[in-house]
């Protein structure tokens, strides 16, 4: 199975990319599932189908699915919004607001996660499309496994001794519901199933995240920042989609100083993205919506290329925490260099790294924009940069 997560800054057109991609692949004979975790659902407007909380065939081998975050509520969690109802309407908030309540912010992206484990231990398909939230949400969902992995190592032992021995006295006290063993073990459930995600997410030859971008500054330099986090968090992306070019066949007047802006941009991207490989759609002359379009889409991105294919092997570049835990050191492909012609500049989040005449910019994550880089030296073709 391979599991594709398409993610990019809002408006960018990675619905489009995502549900091309998913046509493509139905299409070459993979039995094919495109599932949306964005709140805000276009995956149905981008089909011109209607989708609901469970897989929708839609096409031959193709299925769509917008996750509804009620609905995985009640499927997956529902002994654990039980209890947090029963404490809400106990402290005297209205039943029905109870309820509402207890669908806790984060939600979401928990249902988009743990819809990716159930298909992935169904079996049913050969390939599983996500079509994620716009980037900021996407990062908080990647980030959920490492979260529950602390909570379960650090926090969830002390809490369910604690509520063992308080339980007894507080029935003398108070007739405020006390969560029971059941709802510990479903809580201790979730916790397993996002560990199990990360593993699934973090290996390179059953999983990948690719970003979709135009050729726009403040979209590349997002889409910058989204990439150097999943090489925080160890997530591995094998491709950029560059969205909306204008092909060079068009003449108008009217998209000239727009075609030499994207042109600049392009440039950028190919130096901030060495050595992803970069494919590209062209601006259509039409809406992409529908199956017509989408293939007209699928073509112009994939040509004769498989989509389910691994696009590139390892890491071009990894944020990993120092030995004695106060800082990172940031790896980069740099073959062939010498340390003689190496320079470093930091403004801001950016970090400018000179090689004789070649120069990379690199939008750095918030973990390391507050520390100050140092020690940089080469081992063995990477370029290690310490941040403390």
Not at 129 to 136: F, G, L, R, S, Y
Not at 147 to 163: C, D, G, S, V, Y
Not at 276 to 281: D, E, K, Y
Not at 316 to 332: D, E, F
């Amino acid at each position: 199975m391979r599991i594709l997560l398409y993610t990019g800054k809002g408006g960018v057109g990675k619905t489009s990319v995502a549900a091309a991609t998913a046509l493509r692949l139905s299409q070459l004979g993979y039995r094919t599932v495109i599932l949306s975790t964005d709140t805000a659902h276009s995956l149905s407007d981008s089909l011109d189908l209607p989708l609901g909380p469970e897989p929708v065939e839609v096409a031959a081998n193709l299925w769509g699915q917008e996750v509804d975050v009620l609905h995985e509520v009640d499927n997956n969690w529902g002994k654990v919004q039980g209890y947090m109802a029963r404490l809400f309407a106990w402290q005297g908030m209205q039943e029905v607001m109870a309820a509402e309540m207890t669908v806790l912010p984060g939600s979401e992206e928990l249902a988009g996660l743990l819809r990716i484990v159930s298909h992935h231990d169904a079996g049913k398909f050969d390939v599983v499309i996500v079509d994620c939230a716009p980037t900021a949400e996407t990062l908080r969902l990647l980030s959920f496994p490492e979260m529950a992995e602390w909570w379960l190592e650090k926090i969830f032992p002390i809490q369910k001794r604690a509520t063992k021995v308080l339980r007894p006295v507080m029935r003398m006290m108070t007739d405020m519901p006390m969560p029971g063993d059941e709802i510990f073990d479903s809580v201790k459930h979730l916790m397993e199933q996002l560990e199990r995600i990360r593993t699934i997410l973090a290996n390179p030859q059953e999983s990948a995240v690719r970003i979709v971008l135009n050729a726009e500054k403040m979209v590349v330099k997002e889409a910058q920042r989204t990439y150097t986090y999943l090489n925080l968090f160890g997530y591995p992306t094998d491709l950029i989609v560059c969205n909306r070019v204008i092909p060079q066949e068009v003449n108008d007047p009217y998209f000239a100083a727009w075609k030499e802006s994207q042109q600049r941009y392009r440039g950028l991207i190919d130096e901030a993205f060495s050595p992803l490989p970069i494919l590209t759609a062209p601006f259509f002359d039409q809406e992409v919506v529908g199956l017509t379009m989408l293939g007209r889409m699928a073509e112009a991105v994939y040509g004769d290329r498989d989509p389910a294919a691994v696009f590139f092997a390892g890491q071009a570049q990894s944020v990993l925490p120092l030995a004695k835990g106060k800082g990172y050191v940031l790896s980069l492909p740099l073959p062939l260099a010498e340390k003689s012609d190496i320079d470093l500049k930091q403004a801001g989040d950016e970090l400018i790294i000179q090689v004789g005449f070649y120069k990379r910019n690199i939008i750095l994550p918030r973990v390391l924009t507050a520390l100050k880089p140092h020690g940089a030296r080469l081992e063995d073709g990477r370029l290690l940069i310490n941040f403390s």
